[in-house]
Each structure stands twice: as C-alpha cells, then as structure tokens.
C-alpha cells in the first residue's frame, strides 16, 4: 500500500522558518515527479511547487517563489519542503503528493498519490 505522510506543520510567526517533511513508502518514487499543494479554508487547493525525479529542477507557485524550496532525497525516499519569510497567507494545511508522469506538473489531476497534509499556521 503507497502511503505518503507529512511531517513538520505547526504555529509559528510572521518571518519564520519551517521545513515540511513527506515520507513515501509501499513504493519508491525516484524517478517521478513530486509536488507540494496547500489548501486554506475555503479555498481550493493550490499548487505550491513540484521537484522532477533527481532534484535537479523545481517548479515554484509565484507566491512563493524565492521563500520556499523543494528538495528530495530519493534514497531515503522522502521530499521536502523548506519555507522561509512565511506570512499569515500562507496558513493552510499542506499536501505532498506524487506524479506517475515525470515533467514539472502543477495541476492536482496530474497527482497519482496525496497524504493526509499537515497543518501550517503562520500569525501576524
């Protein structure tokens, strides 16, 4: 069974830094495309940014582009996501997710696999 769990969400202020963690396993994803979306109440869920299989290029939303960096270590099978300079904006709860097509992908219709998400609260 492929599960992908989301570590690292929490309360924290204006201007701080979080790092997300997910954690895939049942499968290996090393050669596919892994994003990150994020959806806020109300709202519909959002890309936020996908790295292709080795990490050697990244796709980001403009809303986060310059604070928030994908990266991935394919032996450990995991993905993560570092936030930098967060704002009240981008309180939501946050969802790593797997392509089986390689290629930046942004839609959610091109994720194959979804965890749970985790939660991100940022005050002002």
């Known amino acids: 069974q492929v599960q992908l769990v989301e570590s690292g969400g929490g309360l924290v202020q204006t201007g701080a830094s979080l790092r997300l963690s997910c954690t895939a396993s049942g499968r290996t994803f090393g050669s596919n495309t892994m994003g990150w979306f994020r959806q806020a109440p109300g709202k519909e869920r959002e890309f936020v940014g996908c790295?292709?299989?080795?990490?050697?290029?990244?796709g980001y939303a403009e809303s986060v582009k310059g604070r928030f960096t994908i990266s991935r270590d394919n032996a450990k099978n995991m993905v993560y996501l570092q936030m930098s300079s967060l704002r009240p904006e981008d309180t939501a709860v946050y969802y790593c997710a797997a392509s089986l097509r390689g290629g930046l992908r942004s839609s959610p219709s091109d994720y194959h696999y979804w965890g749970q998400g985790t939660q991100v609260t940022v005050s002002s």
């Open positions: 790295v292709n299989w080795n990490g050697g290029v990244a």
